[in-house]
């Protein structure tokens, strides 16, 4: 092992250890601290993460992840925004600060277990794998097959809207008509038009022929955001994002951005208030508010354990389970969807252990997933820290279930039109003839240019005959 190697691993231990030193403290700490200097203090150690290169990926996710733990305080307590069930400041407060350390904790054991620059390696590694697969797809028959889909669901959703009425949709409330269309309602049709979506976007930004992706991602997706969602294209669009921050195509980051902007900015239109730009983070924590009140039993979404049949297709499920969004609106302590929180689920599948641990251990066996699955399986991987950097706004087997469905949808397109060589590991007891129009060309055979200065009559044989006639006697009949 050269010096630099070993050099460069001690660096990354003492990263690793002083990144827990400090998370450690600050944990001990912050129920003296407070929440205002705990949370000053945090986004210190998010700072030093997104400034240096190998742990920016780290930063981003951990930063999303703050947002959603800490928005909903900020708003109360900076702009007076509160919503139903209209908990106090000091429960806020008091429910924020567990949240925020439950992010610290997680990003404690994220450091000891696996380390944040072993993260970036592994999303870095992802999306190089993932980039190339995806060049190959689009020489292939998948991306005409991949516009029309899209074209189709973005165009049955386009006649939807106009059986409602555009002004009636824009004057309502978000996602008042959320149920009208085909990409906000079946989740079997969101994951196969997210995996599509992928594939068209990465289409336009790696390949020639733009113009098509780009109008039918427009087409399909349209819809979605005018009636006020935006769960599903934020998971594209993350995944998207991921895929250029690593490569050589990040001016394509800026319509992405200015998409991202356009949906977080869509209900100020109507309102004025910049802080309705921010619901995307606020709302959902009102789930975990709503259980620290008492309005909601622990159990509302029923077991834990149960809800991971959405990972099964349907015939194979005991039961219907419930996604903890739907479960939390049908209880009625709110008036709109807001969403779904990993927080709160933490604190309804053990009520004897600490939310923070609960959560810190489901975010780290997520992010063992994205590492494992790095190589092989490497758009789960990119998926998946595209989902993590929304999973504030939803539960943990939800989350799996468009990560894992989504990339098996790729992972199948890039199989089925690979033109791999036939592998000679197994045996055959019949001969393989190449097709006529298959057979290699027969190899010419080169025959070396023979060294003339060898030959009897070569170059050197007619200087040499020169030079003896050149010597002769005048006269003489020697020989030549």
């Known amino acids: 092992m050269s010096d630099s190697v070993r050099s460069a691993q001690t660096r990354g231990l003492f990263e690793r250890l002083a990144g827990a030193l400090v998370c450690t403290i600050l944990l001990a700490a912050s129920p003296m601290l407070g929440l205002p200097m705990t949370a000053l203090l945090w986004c210190g150690v998010l700072a030093g993460l997104l400034m240096r290169a190998p742990t920016r990926a780290t930063g981003a996710l951990f930063l999303a992840l703050t947002l959603y733990s800490a928005t909903a305080w900020l708003a109360a307590a900076n702009g007076n925004h509160y919503f139903p069930p209209f908990p106090t400041l000091?429960?806020?407060?008091?429910?924020?600060?567990?949240?925020?350390?439950?992010?610290?904790?997680?990003?404690?054991?994220?450091?000891?277990?696996?380390?944040?620059?072993?993260?970036?390696?592994?999303?870095?590694?992802?999306?190089?794998?993932?980039?190339?697969?995806?060049?190959?797809?689009?020489?292939?028959?998948?991306?005409?097959?991949?516009?029309?889909?899209?074209?189709?669901v973005g165009i049955w959703d386009w006649i939807g809207l106009a059986r409602i009425g555009l002004g009636a949709v824009l004057g309502d409330s978000r996602r008042a008509h959320a149920n009208s269309l085909l990409l906000t309602t079946d989740h079997n049709v969101q994951f196969v038009v997210i995996a599509l979506s992928i594939a068209a976007g990465a289409f336009a930004f790696f390949g020639e022929k733009r113009a098509g992706s780009l109008l039918a991602l427009a087409v399909c997706w349209s819809p979605f955001v005018l009636v006020g969602s935006r769960k599903e294209l934020l998971l594209m669009a993350a995944t998207l994002a991921v895929l250029l921050a690593t490569s050589t195509a990040r001016r394509w980051l800026i319509p992405i951005a200015g998409l991202v902007s356009f949906m977080f900015l869509r209900p100020v239109l109507g309102t004025a208030d910049f802080y309705d730009a921010l619901h995307e983070f606020i709302l959902p924590q009102y789930m975990h508010f709503a259980l620290?009140?008492?309005l909601v039993a622990p159990d509302f979404a029923g077991p834990f354990w149960e809800r991971a049949q959405f990972l099964l297709p349907g015939p194979l499920r005991w039961s219907e389970p419930t996604d903890m969004a739907l479960a939390f609106f049908r209880t009625g302590a709110t008036e709109v969807g807001v969403g779904a929180s990993p927080f709160a689920e933490a604190e309804t599948i053990a009520p004897g252990l600490p939310v923070e641990l609960t959560f810190a251990v489901i975010f780290t066996a997520l992010v063992g997933v994205l590492i494992a699955t790095r190589r092989t399986f490497f758009f789960v991987s990119i998926i998946c820290f595209a989902q993590m950097l929304t999973l504030g706004r939803s539960d943990t087997w939800i989350a799996l279930f468009f990560v894992i469905y989504s990339a098996l949808v790729l992972h199948l397109l890039v199989a089925l039109t690979s033109k791999r060589k036939p592998s000679h590991a197994y045996i055959s007891f019949h001969r393989q003839h190449p097709r006529p129009h298959e057979r290699p060309e027969p190899a010419r055979r080169i025959t070396p240019e023979p060294d003339r200065d060898l030959l009897p009559h070569g170059r050197r044989a007619i200087r040499l005959a020169k030079l003896r006639e050149a010597h002769r006697p005048v006269g003489g009949t020697g020989p030549r």
């Open 90 to 152: 000091a429960l806020i407060e008091s429910t924020t600060l567990t949240d925020l350390r439950g992010v610290i904790t997680a990003y404690l054991l994220v450091e000891l277990i696996f380390g944040a620059r072993r993260l970036d390696g592994a999303v870095r590694e992802a999306s190089r794998r993932a980039r190339g697969a995806l060049r190959r797809l689009a020489r292939t028959p998948v991306r005409p097959i991949a516009i029309a889909v899209l074209l189709a």
């Open 292 to 294: 620290q009140m008492g």
